[in-house]
């Protein structure tokens, strides 16, 4: 049983940054991939990056790539996500999951463990 806990959301202007930090507790979090996603009201949950077990591979949707950067730290158990030249279209709650592939998954049904999300909102 992995327990995972989002941090650093929050209000931002358009045109500005956050780090979201997601720490890991229960197991090693080398032993899973990792995912962010977000949901705004009323849409489905959309997957944002992933990346592998050691982190030497990364995958991005269309929508953020050159804007967002994923990164672990296996020996703190916690995995980050760097937003940058975020817009209103940005505002969601964002979460991250664990998952036992060994590549990078884009699939939220392929995610084992999920946190609760924290809230992102970007105004204009």
């Known amino acids: 049983q992995v327990q995972l806990v989002e941090s650093g959301g929050g209000l931002v202007q358009a045109g500005g940054s956050l780090r979201l930090s997601c720490a890991a507790s229960?197991?090693?979090?080398?032993?899973?991939?990792m995912g962010w996603f977000r949901q705004a009201p009323g849409r489905v949950r959309v997957f944002l990056a992933s990346?592998?077990?050691?982190?030497?591979?990364?995958r991005y949707a269309d929508s953020v790539k050159g804007r967002f950067t994923i990164s672990r730290d296996n020996d703190s158990n916690t995995v980050y996500l760097q937003m940058n030249s975020l817009n209103p279209e940005d505002t969601a709650v964002y979460y991250c999951?664990?998952?036992?592939?060994?590549?990078?998954?884009?699939?939220?049904?392929?995610?084992?463990?999920w946190g609760q999300g924290t809230q992102v909102t970007v105004s204009s």
């Open positions: 999951a664990a998952g036992a592939s060994y590549v990078t998954v884009v699939n939220p049904r392929l995610y084992n463990y």
């Open positions: 229960g197991r090693t979090l080398s032993n899973y991939v």
């Open positions: 990346i592998s077990r050691s982190g030497d591979r990364t």
